[in-house]
């Protein structure tokens, strides 16, 4: 080889401070093609990301060769959304290079702050299950698991929020808009997907019937890769990313002018299957390209994994063994009989035999149990788009229920809750009992929500396969929600106990003892200050609200919903706010409330109750009469990025949903981990963090998930009896219905008041609210005791260690994947 080449070639490996730098001023010049002087912080964020892959590409090559090699059993996560949020910072930090990269930037002047801020945000997912798939990938690649993720390109990912007079309004949200430097676009590797179209019955080889798809329209689905760089940059994992491509089997020589225009038209609909995440969180709103989206990357990631099990393999006897496919919630569910469609249609396996190998290759995770959320299809709908599907799901179906247990007890009615068919009304395909029966494992995500999925939406199916329920209960990557996001608190914790606890979160419990070092406490205050002020001036630029460093950053960040309740926080705020008013000559301990989060377009209630939080924020921030003592501030587009700013500041974590109706969380988890105390309900995963910090660490309320069952069971309770029992919460309603907050309209909140009163108050705001106003009073009297605070705050940081996605992780992969760590070989040579 060229010996230029060959030093190129090392150069592009190296992790020095000097190569990084010949690097970017190489990269600028002839790939971003900028002159020092003409470039601009994107542009350098495209020349520093560029270099940084470079350096990533060679040892992606190794994994990917080694998995190969090994004929590993590899896991594929299927998942409509992955919100990973930004890649440099990770990918530095990863690849242990942060402080290289920063050296290396300041000596040609610029600032890492800069570059990094340069990056947008990919935000393809809502929240939980997105931002949960994404801290996976992490865990996977940094176990060293051969672990692939599958989802869809989106050309627009999750909306961006602003307000307009305190309301949300909607943006388009542009990722890909300057180009995205971390993805490898294969244009050679390229799936065709059908729709539409009829089913043509017919005799095989050996005079069996048999079936094959006809007279569809077909789209084409190309893969991007973007590298997953675990921790260490040992292994480095795939995330394919489908994009839809119109096919090209028109032939636009023939066409007269009418038809080559509507050929056009063709074209860019079957493209649009990409272009946009649906902006719903745990709430389905059943749109036909939303069923196709589903299909689209499904069947192309199934196609891809048979060609890659193909290469090694001449029979499909050892699939299971060699794969394991995990359904990232019902979205994905359809794959189970697209495989059986692949595997019988294309590649002539009996149904027995199809279907054996299927169970044993899919599982599926539940994210939630809301009723809304869950998927149901119109038969019609299914039948026109994915005929043969239809056939197919009628006949798993009518093979399971003959030869279920209910069938053989004669009860009918827990047949017809068995039956992928829902028969009410119009016909609907259920998604999550064709993923269940489809899958030999079915996981919840915390204790809790596991329980309630065998007692409530599953009970009929655990009655039928109690031993395939099984509890994962959820985790988040230490790497990013701590290491990343949290560099001060992240060196405190290595400087005392080294830097196991990145790889190995369970190091963490060493900090324990040191929550009663004096000194040790006044460090870690320290480092929450610091990033109380770094919250405080993106506070300032956000909204332009002045808040005090030394107030109580009391957090409430999450998608908005009703079962999440921030509209019990925002009553907690405004009797806070008439408290602090009634006694001004009290010293009250200053308290800065802080939401974020975004609502569904289409959820009225969710963004009147933005809009509240925004009036009351104005009425209280401009009160002279509090004292600057309350501060209201509701941050814009939260996303994953903002997270990094907003977690490690937070004092208090706001986990506050009706018991029963929030599976797990993982913001409750990040919160904690960064040295928050919980307020929170025994719901999804607090109960298991009361465990992990006890009980003294955390300050729990409310009714308790069998509470509310009860209460709801037996004819619900009388809203306006408790209302009428309570001052305080009497006089914020009160205010709020006379428009003390909405001058301008004061009927603006009649919905609200509705939905507590005579709308029965389905999620219990009023029936919890003086428990949570108890909890938040002994929050803020403890608050006063500072070295009590911490102390408990480091107890919380130091009992997190289970929550860590790598634990997570590793349980699937011993007790539903099978799939095990493979080291890569790193020869040196690279790939050519
Ligand atoms: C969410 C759940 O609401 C949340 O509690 C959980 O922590 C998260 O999933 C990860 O498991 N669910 C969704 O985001 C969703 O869209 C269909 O469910």
């Not at 600028?28 to 002159?35: A, P």
């Not at 809750?417 to 993923?435: F, K, P």
């Not at 599976?663 to 988890?669: L, V």
Request: glycine share 6%.
């Amino acid at each position: 080889m060229d010996a230029r080449y060959k030093s190129r070639d090392i150069e592009r490996r190296s992790l020095d401070v000097d190569s990084l730098k010949r690097s970017f001023l190489e990269w600028l010049v002839y790939s971003v093609g900028k002159d020092a002087r003409a470039a601009t912080r994107r542009d350098w964020f495209h020349t520093v990301a560029l270099a940084v892959r470079d350096r990533v590409v060679d040892r992606w090559m190794d994994t990917t060769r080694s998995y190969y090699h090994e004929d590993a059993k590899r896991v594929y996560y299927l998942s409509l959304e992955f919100l990973i949020g930004r890649l440099l910072t990770n990918s530095l930090s990863n690849l242990g290079i942060m402080d290289e990269c920063r050296q290396a930037l300041d000596r040609l002047g610029l600032s890492m702050d800069d570059v990094v801020d340069s990056e947008p945000d990919a935000a393809l997912g809502n929240g939980g299950l997105g931002r949960l798939a994404a801290c996976f990938l992490d865990s996977m690649a940094s176990q060293g698991l051969p672990g692939y993720g599958y989802g869809i390109r989106y050309e627009f990912g999750l909306f961006e929020q602003r307000f307009e007079n305190g309301w949300q309004v909607e943006h388009p949200e542009q990722w890909l808009q300057f180009g995205n430097p971390w993805e490898f676009a294969r244009p050679e590797v390229l799936y065709p997907v059908q729709f539409y179209g009829r089913v043509e019955e017919f005799r095989d080889s050996v005079g069996e019937r048999a079936y094959r798809w006809v007279d569809s329209e077909r789209v084409l689905a190309m893969a991007y890769d973007t590298p997953v760089v675990g921790y260490g940059g040992d292994t480095i994992n795939t995330l394919r990313l489908w994009s839809a491509r119109a096919t090209s089997d028109f032939n636009f020589g023939h066409f007269n002018e009418g038809a080559y225009m509507k050929a056009v038209e063709q074209k860019i609909l079957s493209e649009n299957l990409s272009r946009v995440l649906y902006p719903n969180d745990a709430t389905e709103i059943g749109k036909e390209l939303r069923f196709k989206q589903e299909y689209f990357f499904t069947s192309a990631s199934l196609q891809d994994i048979l060609r890659r099990y193909l290469q090694h393999h001449t029979s499909f006897d050892n699939l299971p063994n060699k794969a394991a496919i995990q359904l990232n919630d019902t979205h994905p569910a359809i794959g189970i009989a697209e495989l059986m469609r692949l595997l019988i249609d294309q590649h002539g396996l009996r149904w027995e035999k199809a279907w054996e190998i299927t169970q044993a290759t899919f599982a599926y995770t539940n994210h939630t149990l809301l009723p809304e959320a869950l998927e149901a299809w119109p038969v019609r709908m299914v039948e026109r788009i994915l005929p043969r599907h239809m056939q197919i799901i009628y006949e798993i179906n009518a093979k399971f229920l003959t030869r279920s247990k209910a069938k053989a007890a004669g009860d009918n009615a827990r047949l017809s809750h068995l039956s992928l068919i829902d028969e009410r009304g119009d016909r609907r395909v259920r998604m999550g009992n064709l993923a269940f029966l489809g899958s030999h494992k079915v996981n919840g995500v915390s204790a809790l929500h596991t329980e309630l999925m065998k007692e409530t939406v599953f009970a009929d199916f655990h009655a039928e396969f109690p031993d395939r329920i099984t509890n994962k209960t959820n985790g988040i990557t230490p790497r990013r929600w701590l290491k990343q996001a949290n560099p001060a608190l992240s060196e405190l914790i290595s400087s005392r106990i080294g830097e196991g606890w990145i790889s190995d979160l369970g190091q963490i419990a060493a900090l324990k003892e040191k929550a009663d070092d004096v000194v040790f406490r006044e460090e870690f205050r320290r480092a929450k200050r610091k990033n109380k002020k770094r919250l405080a001036a993106y506070i300032a630029r956000q909204t332009g609200e002045e808040v005090q460093i030394d107030s109580i950053f009391d957090v409430q960040v999450k998608r908005m919903h009703e079962y999440k309740r921030q509209l019990l926080n925002v009553l907690h705020t405004v009797a806070l706010y008439n408290e602090m008013r009634d006694n001004p000559t009290v010293s009250w301990v200053p308290v800065t409330k802080i939401f974020a989060g975004k609502a569904a377009p289409s959820y009225h209630m969710a963004k009147l109750i933005i809009k509240l939080i925004n009036d009351v924020a104005k009425v209280v921030n401009h009160d002279p009469s509090v004292h600057d003592n309350l501060k209201v501030v509701y941050l814009p587009n939260y996303n994953v990025t903002a997270a990094e700013i907003i977690i490690p500041a937070a004092d208090i974590s706001e986990q506050i949903s009706t018991a029963g109706m929030e599976a797990s969380g993982t913001g409750n988890m990040k919160l904690a981990l960064n040295g928050a105390l919980t307020i929170g309900t025994l719901d999804g995963a607090n109960v298991e963090i009361r465990e992990q910090v006890g009980a003294d660490n955390i300050f729990i309320f409310g009714l308790t998930a069998e509470e509310v069952n009860d209460l709801r069971a037996n004819g619900g309770f009388n809203p306006r009896e408790v209302i009428a029992s309570n001052p305080a919460l009497k006089r914020a309603l009160d205010m709020i219905a006379t428009g003390a907050f909405s001058p301008d309209d004061r009927n603006r909140y009649q919905p609200i008041l509705q939905a507590l009163t005579d709308g029965g108050d389905h999620f219990l705001v009023t029936a919890d609210f003086a428990d949570y106003c108890r909890a938040q009073d002994a929050a803020m009297q403890l608050y006063r005791d500072s070295e009590e605070w911490t102390r408990k705050a480091i107890i919380n940081t130091a009992s997190m260690g289970w929550f860590s996605s790598d634990r997570t992780v590793n349980e699937y992969a011993t007790e539903i994947w099978d799939v095990h760590p493979v080291k890569p070989t790193h020869d040196g040579e690279g790939f050519r």
